[in-house]
């Protein structure tokens, strides 16, 4: 058990396990498990046990995947096929994707959680490009009344998170687990 994804998963349990503060912020109640992004494939399919290391400690635990909420969310639209021909009119309707996908996110979660539950979100590497990570993610903790778990594949340096390669990164104040952590 001494490869990155199993450092991360103890990492987190142990995080996980410890009694949870009550008067805390969104901020603090947000937890990103960074990994580097060539472990994608193999984290997915360790999901479960992430699952199984909250849930052992009494949080019941919802995954949220948003790997395919913008082709979902293309196939829906009126002029794809015009947006297909020519893709930088994609540019202006990036907004109204992001917008859309943290309003069902926060529907989905709404009335389906307590301050203990975990919520998760996989899928975060698919957003590159069209959402910023940073907005949904702060949009969508303010809604979680538990944990909110952003399994997030990049780089984090003094509270500044870096999505896959991207050259800038924001500053956020999440607690960061890795599997250095």
């Not at 001494?2 to 410890?18: A, M």
């Not at 990994?35 to 994608?40: F, G, L, P, R, V």
């Not at 997915?44 to 913008?70: G, M």
């Not at 910023?132 to 500044?160: H, T």
């Amino acid at each position: 058990m001494s490869d990155r994804l199993s450092k991360l998963l103890t990492s987190f349990e142990s995080h996980i396990s410890i009694p949870w503060p009550s008067a805390v912020s969104s901020d603090e109640r947000t937890i990103f498990l960074v990994y580097h992004k060539e472990d994608e494939l193999k984290l997915r399919a360790r999901v479960e046990e992430f699952e199984q290391a909250t849930t052992k400690h009494n949080h019941p635990w919802q995954l949220l995947d948003i790997t395919h909420s913008f082709e979902n969310w293309m196939s829906e639209q009126d002029y794809k096929e015009t947006y297909f021909e020519d893709p930088e009119y994609l540019k202006g309707i990036y907004d109204d994707f992001a917008d859309e996908l943290i309003a069902n996110l926060i529907a989905k979660v709404e009335n389906n959680q307590s301050e203990d539950s975990v919520v998760a979100l996989l899928g975060c590497g698919t957003l590159f490009g069209f959402a910023s990570v940073s907005g949904v993610v702060e949009l969508l903790a303010e809604k979680i009344k538990g944990r909110l778990v952003v399994f997030f594949p990049g780089e984090v340096q003094n509270n500044n998170y870096q999505l896959l390669d991207a050259k800038d990164g924001w500053g956020y104040h999440a607690t960061a687990i890795s599997a250095t952590s």
